[in-house]
């Protein structure tokens, strides 16, 4: 080799995941997915069912199965490809719970009690009472305090470089750097600190204006017809201050204008410059989004009905053992870091 060639160097290795709760609506596939087909062309990715996570807010396993899989039928039709990217299920590497139980020992609860998803649960459960959350306090189990810290180890038994999240899970990455630093400094440097990857899709909301989520039944599947998705877009939420079609709109305060940014990119500037000079009505704005919204997903429904359930678990199977393969040479490190090697 000539002096001044160099080495390919390694590809950063990605992770991320999505607890199993079934079917994918436009929010997971727009938000999520398609930042995952993008990053599998020049990264080393690794996603997985988040099976165990899926228990710290509800322990039925009843469907978990049956979930998983329709879950991960969604990812192979939309692009995640077997071939580039390691597609696994947690709860079939059992390094992760390993890791996780030794990170809870370097993990005091009243951080964990910081977390936002922590407190903002409690605030569900209270329904904003104060004084009722914490008589509530009790009733959050163990498992659902500590899954940023199972989180932690998710990440970090692979050495992750890159993990793509929304802004809501950028505290759980700096409590797993946190963890990272707290391991490196008590017993020598084994972990990668990880960094954040933003998602560069705006927030999808509901059909409600809420956040889009099928417990609050207003969601848009990548599989509804063209009259389905007409019918829900025209029920979203939009500028609430604009009472007419000639009245000025700010398309910063229409969840309508976010699908135009990711539907028509191209046109969405013109379209928002008219909705700001009142040329065009939000009834009209709306049904300029149906044929590209059913358009995109037309390969995603012509696929989706030959992946069979067998298809998945041989994917899952086969992910998982390079995914532990990984993960076991880590922990392998980890003991030998931490002197528990010794027989």
Known sequence: MKMDEKMDEPKKRVLSGMRPTGRLHIGHIESVLRNWINLQKDHDCFYFVADWHALTTDPSTKDIEYNSIEMVKDWLAFGVDPKQSTVFLQSQVPEHTELSLIFS???????????PSFKAQLSYLANGNEAKADELRGTISQGFLGYPVLQAADILIYKTDVVPVGEDQVPHIELTREIARSFNTQYGGV??????????????????????????????????SREDIAGKVRKMVTDTNRKSKTDPGDP????????????????????????????????????????????????????RPHILDEDVKRVLREGSERAREVASATLQEVRHMMMLDYL
């Open 105 to 115: 020992m370097l993990t005091n609860i009243g951080r964990l009690e910081r977390v």
């Open 191 to 224: 972990f990668v600190l990880p960094e954040v990857k933003l998602s560069y899709i705006p927030k999808i909301l509901g059909t409600d204006g809420q956040k889009m989520s099928k417990s609050y039944g207003n969601t848009i599947s990548p599989e509804d």
């Open 252 to 303: 910063n305060a229409c969840s309508v204008y976010d699908l135009h940014l990711i539907y028509q990119e191209d046109e969405s500037i013109e379209i928002g410059r008219k909705c700001r000079n009142g040329e065009v009505g939000c009834f009209d704005c709306k049904s300029m989004l149906t044929g590209p919204m059913t358009d995109i997903y037309a390969a995603f429904r012509e696929r």
